[in-house]
């Protein structure tokens, strides 16, 4: 199994700020997943942060809004971009570590933007 | 594309009676099929897979690629069960999994 963290674990921010939440795998991964679980929904995939190249965005998002690094195996960024209110929702970030696509799970960031 | 339809928002049981959360997927391939839970004020974590042919918990789920259902089954329910479940279907190689839009269950003392 794998152990992911992230941070902040909640914020809440002004209409028209970023902001940048950190994950790490205590695990080298090839493969990172940015989720949003906006409040009462399910897991919505953001985007698929690659080692070494551009994250693959899901339909309806864009890297203009939320930005993303991989600078390494074990670590990555997501940043929501001049947020509304509208990107209140936690943001999980997962890895897969193991060749069955199990996904471990960070424990999310809480995200409030008023 | 892939999809996972959940039916049920909230499913109510009491405890000690039979539980049955239900799955059905879309997908054209030969697909991985898992059930993820959490807790209240916990993570998002595995509780199995179709592959492994598990029972954890006392949970089982079976994959019936007639009627594309991936159904979570548990004959007496306990109160610690009580949690969101999700249902997960993951495609090839890519590891790319997508979500159901779970179904809270309740168990009642």
């Known amino acids: 199994s794998a152990v992911i963290s992230q941070k902040p674990s909640r914020d809440i921010c002004q209409r028209g700020t970023s902001l940048t939440i950190q994950c790490q795998v205590d695990s080298q991964v090839t493969m990172m997943f940015w989720y949003r679980q906006q409040p009462g929904q399910s897991l919505t995939l953001i985007a698929t942060a690659n080692q070494g190249s551009e994250a693959t965005y899901e339909s309806g998002f864009v890297i203009d809004k939320f930005p993303i690094s991989r600078p390494n195996l074990t670590f990555s960024t997501l940043t929501v971009s001049n947020m509304s209110p509208e990107d209140s929702s936690i943001y999980l970030c997962?890895?897969?570590?193991?060749?069955?696509?199990?996904?471990?799970f960070g424990p999310g960031t809480r995200l409030t933007v008023l | 594309a892939q999809r996972v339809t959940q039916p049920e928002k909230l499913l109510s049981v009491f405890k000690g009676a039979p539980v049955e959360l239900k799955c059905n997927y879309s997908y054209s391939g030969s697909p991985e099929l898992f059930w993820y839970v959490q807790y209240s004020r916990q993570r998002l974590q595995l509780l199995l897979r179709h592959i492994s042919r598990e029972s954890i918990k006392g949970f089982t789920a079976d994959l019936n690629k007639g009627e594309t259902s991936f159904h979570l089954k548990k004959p007496f329910a306990q109160e610690e069960d009580s949690a969101m479940y999700y249902c997960?279907?993951?495609?090839?190689?890519?590891?790319?999994?997508?979500f159901g839009t779970g179904t809270k269950l309740q168990v009642i003392p």
């Open positions: 997962s890895a897969p570590t193991s060749g069955y696509n199990e996904q471990f």
């Open positions: 997960a279907l993951g495609a090839g190689g890519y590891q790319k999994v997508t």
